[in-house]
């Protein structure tokens, strides 16, 4: 099992419609969650942060987190065809790894107009 | 705005030659990586320090070297190009993994 897992897509939404992205993690004493953008042929840019279960908001984008499920989500509200992008979810593993953090594969996203 | 810069953005570069990859950050963070990136594939991280005179090998076996003589800086060898090393090598920086990375803009190498 991969300790970060997402749906690679491409995952296809209308604009303005709300896009859902979702990353599942194998390691329980996960403690920080993170949220990258990658548009193609550039590099990794962080949009969202997330380290207590519940809905982390900030502007059109919300992060939700369950540690109970292992899971982590990120919602692109009144998506808009410059959030064609792949999106990728990290998480950091407290322990052996001293606070590395873990990539998941990416889920690609396009927003069609 | 960057804060942590790699040069050269493209290089093009000859099978057998020596390269160094260059990235620094102005951020005084402790922790920094190299990963690699094949177009539209995961990440690999491939070294990673925790500050001066620490570095480790990462997940993906490269036969890649790096120092880390100054905080700031983060250099990535390869002392014998070859065609399979064509690819991305992006560079990132933390004060603390708590925190996530700051990428830098990355360096595309083409070796023929």
């Known amino acids: 099992q991969k300790e970060v897992e997402q749906n690679s897509g491409p995952l296809s939404v209308p604009e303005g419609a709300i896009a859902s992205l979702n990353c599942t993690y194998s390691d329980r004493v996960s403690q920080s969650f993170f949220w990258y953008r990658q548009y193609s042929g550039k590099s990794p840019e962080l949009i969202m942060s997330?380290?207590?279960?519940g809905d982390k908001e900030d502007g059109r984008f919300t992060a939700q987190l369950n540690k109970a499920s292992q899971y982590v989500s990120l919602l692109i509200r009144d998506s808009q065809p410059s959030d064609s992008a792949t999106y990728l979810c990290a998480v950091i593993k407290r322990g052996g790894s001293q606070g590395n953090l873990i990539f998941g594969k990416g889920t690609k996203l396009s927003v069609k107009p | 705005e960057a804060d942590i810069y790699q040069t050269p953005r493209y290089l093009v570069i000859g099978t057998g030659k020596k390269i160094t990859l260059e990235c620094s950050q102005t951020?005084?963070?402790?922790?920094m990586y190299w990963y690699q990136q094949d177009p539209g594939m995961e990440l690999h991280l491939i070294h990673y320090?925790?500050?001066?005179?620490?570095?480790e090998k990462g997940d993906l076996s490269s036969e890649s070297t790096v120092s880390r003589i100054r905080t700031e800086h983060f250099p990535l060898t390869l002392e014998s190009a070859r065609p399979s090393h064509t690819s991305q090598y992006l560079c990132a920086s933390s004060p603390d993994g708590h925190y996530g990375y700051t990428f830098g803009s990355g360096t595309r190498l083409t070796v023929v």
């Open positions: 997330i380290y207590s279960n």
């Open positions: 951020m005084g963070h402790d922790k």
């Open positions: 320090s925790y500050g001066v005179n620490s570095t």
